[in-house]
């Protein structure tokens, strides 16, 4: 699992641009830049709906205060669905990141099954981490629920 002071893989990952889906490289993203990044385990779901995305989406200007570039949220869906629910929860300042095949998920040690859920057999964990030109400062997992890894969390450690 990445832990404080490893530095971000570099993993080609989706956003969707003004054209339709792009391509970005995940360490790019994370280069000369102060970041937020936090993970979910689906696009829709109850927790990531309510309270995960949309924290972080209220909480931009907060973040934004205390220096962070960039907030972006990930999870293990295709960017046609992560765009969607960017639309539908978040707000602009929220960077929607899909990771369609679970590689960066993957790279990072961060999968979970969640075949149980009938969610697939290969989805991420809930976390979020704090990151500084591409070196993670900080890793924060929930396994259960959302404490470790939610906005208030992360503005204490910022």
Same mark, same amino acid.
């Not at 040690?109 to 900080?138: C, P, W």
């Given at each position: ?61 907060? #973040?934004?205060? !205390?220096?962070?570039?960039? =907030? %972006?949220?990930?999870? +293990? ?8 629910? $960017? ?34 057999? #290969?989805?991420? !964990?809930?976390?979020?981490? =704090? %990151?500084?030109?591409? +070196? ?8 259960? $629920? ?13």
């Amino acid at each position: 699992m990445i832990q404080a002071q490893d530095t971000i893989p570099a993993v080609e990952l989706q956003i969707m641009g003004d054209s339709g889906p792009e391509t970005v490289n995940s360490a790019e993203l994370c280069k000369d830049k102060k970041v937020v990044l936090f993970a979910v385990p689906g696009a829709f779901t109850p927790t990531c709906s309510a309270a995960h995305l949309p924290g972080f989406a209220a909480s931009a200007e907060a #973040l934004k205060a !205390k220096g962070v570039d960039s =907030i %972006i949220c990930t999870s +293990v869906n295709d960017v046609f669905v992560m765009h969607a629910w $960017g639309l539908a929860n978040g707000s602009e300042d929220v960077v929607m990141l899909a990771d369609g095949n679970g590689e960066f998920a993957e790279a990072l040690g961060l999968t979970m099954d969640a075949s149980g859920f009938k969610m697939g057999s #290969l989805r991420s !964990k809930r976390y979020a981490m =704090i %990151i500084e030109n591409g +070196v993670v400062q900080h890793v924060a997992v929930d396994n259960k $629920g959302l404490d470790l890894s939610s906005v208030e969390a992360i503005l204490a450690k910022l």
